[in-house]
């Protein structure tokens, strides 16, 4: 069966297997290995060749307490800063397994071949990054970030994909993931997908469902996130009426190259690189004047945004920022920042070796996401109370689980991916074992996941797009970016109401079931608005500033009403507050404190 | 942030590109798509892409992150393999004209999107992970920083395919050649300290077609998108195999 027919449940061919993982990044690739490597009838289905997947382009590095730099560093300070970088509302219990478990989780990516740089003892190398400390904020800046060279996103995932090799994982390459199977008792069986190259269309089963479908960066116009970042776990967990949690919070990355929106790392600074305004000032000394320029990164993309707007901006236009790396030297920019040298010629014309980079805050990493528990399990709100969603599982960016609340501290995203996707394999791993049956879903349940290939397939008008598309982006990036405001806030969400039908009932003219990229985009872009108008919807409710979120009517942040996740369902758009976790269980929670730098 | 976007002048460029898609086409053919692009700021072949699918939404090609890390878009720009989202139009446009073929030797999928099948095989022929036999440390394995040197220029690659797919011994003999891509990620592993398979690894080299296919034309390294040297990587087995006591 093809992907361009009418497509029914009854003649729909179907495959088996014991787990299946959405997404090839760093999230679905660890978790996979974990799978494979226990014998289970693994399946990866990634949209892309997996080395393409945007974990791809992280550069500065895994942040965790090895002790390789510092042999006193220790995971609860780690820990500490993770709870402050998210402004309050990261889940204690899951940021201390992440921080305590990663040694673990970095040490066997070495084992499998990672090629971390080395420090002249042979160790791991590991550089300062934005927002770490030593002593729990008492003993100044750590250094704390694991990097292989400013490759360490690209080297995981190979690395990654290479294990998974070894270990026989079952990829499905270029496959699309629909939209998933729900039971009548509502849990999770398995996807639709088709292969991309013919269009043959299969109901995947399987015992596990696993969700690492990434970020969805491509919500806003300027973004250091890859073309594919769609947020399609988002929009199939929405259609199927699980919520989002702290969707509002978005992280803008301090240095995406002006006008291209590629990111340059954090690790330029870390490396001893400074911002500069038009002046010459090196301005984050007065917003941050301890952690200066490696305060965290709501707060330099904040301050840098201000600069601009009260015209201290650089360049004829005063609308970005210098980067400032020449003081370094050509052999430390050269050795450390190999990749970030190659970018800046590519994308800004110019060498950091001798000139500045124009750099601006650009949309850069999802906080918010699908709720899990530590084990990677989906949760879902039901009369207020936590519910175990059967059979499904999240990991990385398209995960809350929640690691980065409020604001991801740098180097904690390839952190996050590689524990919690382990974490999910494990704990689907000892599941198996004790027995999963395999569960049954009618026709009907599978006609509900058709339902948006075979609008499409039917459509003979409509909007195009590419049109849509640039409609929503510009939207959120004007109403929903790094400071906002009530009104644009309201006209945001009203003009996103009013697309809406329009992105339900799109036109696809190219109707050829073989590799058509119009499909993919079509179905891309539902699962964009649906991550955009969550984003919008929840925004506004959220009446206070907190991390990324800051907002002009409500400054402050509110702790007394809204030291909360917030948790949006799309099916009546609203928004509904989650209790955060403060209960760690081997060392005293953290309590809210004045967050400065 | 909103900022004040000049209004640019526009000027034409005709973009040739190879279409076929197998379901519709009894063959290829060339289409022509004229595209308006600023003449104050150079865009990439890829946004030039993104414009002419703009017109033509049936235009097929893969990208993903368009920063060249993720090696999806490797094409033919106007006869030269490369990645169209690093390759500036200013430099690919010849008399106002730019062509894009899919990337030569593998079978088309449809339009600039080839069947990587025959590239990916290869490369999985190599074993290209890490074989360790002596048990793991409870930290890392140490590697001091010049071991580790030894792999930079190999660990790099990105396995977009512009190197295999502009070798004529890959194009000869796709099944049993296994060209610059893999060769490369084979003593990507041999020289990393780590391993311990260099024995096994040579040993299934060495045979007429594997590696000694290789006649030096060193198109892998006139077109690598990273700047990275696969003769010289197959070269250093070459020597390794002649030099090693069996």
């Given amino acids: 069966m093809l992907v361009n027919e009418v497509i029914n449940a009854k003649d729909l061919p179907v495959m088996e297997f014991d787990g299946i993982i959405v997404g090839g990044g760093g999230a679905g690739m660890r978790a996979s290995l974990q799978l494979a490597e226990s014998g289970l009838n693994t399946a990866v289905i990634s949209k892309v060749f997996p080395t393409r997947s945007h974990t791809v382009s992280a550069q500065g590095g895994i942040t ?60 791991i190398y590991q550089r300062p990054f934005g927002g770490q400390s030593k002593d729990y904020g008492k003993g100044g800046q750590a250094t704390r970030t694991c990097a292989a060279a400013d490759r360490t996103g690209h080297s995981l995932l190979h690395t990654l994909y290479q294990a998974n090799l070894k270990a026989g994982t079952n990829f499905l390459n270029e496959w699309f993931a629909v939209d998933m199977v729900l039971n009548t008792d509502g849990a999770v069986v398995g996807v639709i997908a088709f292969k991309i190259e013919t269009g043959e269309i299969y109901y995947i089963k399987s015992k596990a469902t696993v969700l690492a479908t990434g970020g969805a960066g491509r919500i806003y116009a300027s973004t250091t996130n890859a073309l594919i970042n769609s947020g399609d776990g988002i929009g199939m967990a929405l259609r199927a009426g699980m919520p989002v949690q702290d969707i509002e919070m978005w992280q803008f990355h301090p240095t995406g190259i002006h006008g291209a929106g590629t990111l340059v790392t954090e690790g330029c600074r870390g490396e001893g690189g400074y911002l500069l305004n038009k002046d010459g000032e090196r301005f984050m000394e007065r917003y941050a004047p301890n952690a200066k320029d490696l305060a965290s990164r709501d707060v330099v993309a904040r301050s840098m945004a201000l600069e601009i707007l009260e015209g201290r901006g650089c360049g004829p236009n005063a609308d970005h920022i210098f980067l400032r790396l020449d003081h370094l030297g050509p052999e430390v920019v050269h050795k450390r920042l190999p990749g970030i040298t190659e970018l800046s010629k590519t994308f800004a014309g110019v060498d950091p070796a001798v000139q500045p980079i124009p750099v601006v805050p650009t949309c850069h990493y999802m906080m918010g996401g699908i709720p899990t528990n530590i084990n990677g399990q989906v949760i879902t709100v039901q009369d207020g109370q936590d519910k175990v969603v059967d059979g499904l599982y999240a990991a990385g960016e398209v995960a809350c689980v929640s690691v980065h609340g409020g604001n991801r501290l740098g ?90 039908d329009e992105v339900e009932n799109m036109h696809l003219k190219d109707k050829s079931a073989t590799f058509n990229t119009a499909r993919i985009e079509a179905l891309e872009m539902q699962n964009l608005f649906e991550v955009a108008e969550a984003t919008a919807v929840t925004a506004n409710s959220r009446k206070e500033s907190r991390g990324a979120h800051s907002r002009d009517d409500y400054p402050d942040r509110d702790d007394e009403n809204w030291l909360k996740h917030s948790i949006y369902f799309s099916e009546n758009k609203e928004v509904s507050k989650r209790d955060v976790n403060y209960r760690p269980k081997t060392v005293q929670a953290f309590q809210p404190m004045v967050r400065s730098y | 942030m909103s900022q004040a976007i000049p209004v640019a002048q526009l000027k034409s460029v005709t973009m040739s590109i190879y279409r076929y898609d197998p379901t519709l086409d009894e063959k290829p053919y060339m289409q022509d798509i004229v595209i308006e692009v600023p003449t104050d700021k150079d865009i990439m072949v890829l946004d030039a892409l993104h414009l002419a699918k703009d017109q033509e939404p049936s235009l097929s090609y893969r990208r993903s992150c368009r920063e060249g890390v993720c090696g999806s878009d490797g094409m033919n720009i106007n006869g030269k393999n490369g ?30 999107i080839v069947d990587m099948k025959q590239f990916y095989d290869q490369l999985e022929k190599v074993k290209p992970y890490l074989i360790t036999k002596s048990d793991n440390p409870e930290t890392e394995r140490t590697q001091s920083p010049e071991e580790r040197e030894e792999l930079d220029g190999l660990y790099e690659c990105i396995l977009c395919g512009c190197c295999s797919t502009s070798c004529p011994s890959f194009w000869w003999n796709p099944d049993k050649f296994l060209g610059p891509a893999a060769l490369l990620q084979s003593w990507r592993f041999i020289a990393d300290s780590r391993d311990e398979a260099t024995e096994e690894r040579l040993d299934a080299l060495e045979d007429s077609f594997s590696l000694y296919r290789c006649h030096g034309i060193m198109n892998c390294v006139s077109v690598c998108p990273k700047g990275l040297n696969p003769t010289e990587a197959i070269s250093n087995i070459r020597n390794k195999l002649i030099t090693r006591e069996k």
């Fill in chain 1, 411 to 500: 180097g904690n995203s390839l952190l996050d991916l590689v524990v919690f996707g382990r974490a999910a394999g494990i704990y689907i791993e000892e599941s198996m074992k004790q027995g999963v049956e395999l569960k049954k879903a009618s026709h009907e349940d599978i006609e509900k996941a058709l339902e948006r290939l075979n609008k499409l397939n039917a459509s003979s008008e409509g909007e195009q797009v590419s049109a849509l598309k640039e409609r929503m982006q510009q939207n959120m990036q004007n109403n929903f970016g790094v400071f906002r405001t009530k009104d644009l806030m309201e006209k945001g969400i009203e003009d996103l109401s009013q697309v809406r």
């Fill in chain 2, 83 to 112: 990645l169209a989202c690093v390759t500036p139009l200013s430099e690919a446009v010849k008399r106002n004209k730019l062509t894009l073929r899919p990337m030569p030797g593998l079978p088309v999928v449809r339009d600039l």
């Fill in chain 1, 64 to 123: 965790c307490a090895i002790q390789s730099d510092d042999p006193d560093d220790d995971w609860r300070w780690h820990m500490f800063d993770t709870v402050k970088g998210s402004d309050y509302i990261g889940d204690q219990e899951a940021i201390e397994y992440m921080c305590s478990e990663g040694p673990k989780a970095v040490f066997e990516l070495e084992h499998m071949g990672l090629p971390f740089s080395r420090t002249e003892e042979g160790r």
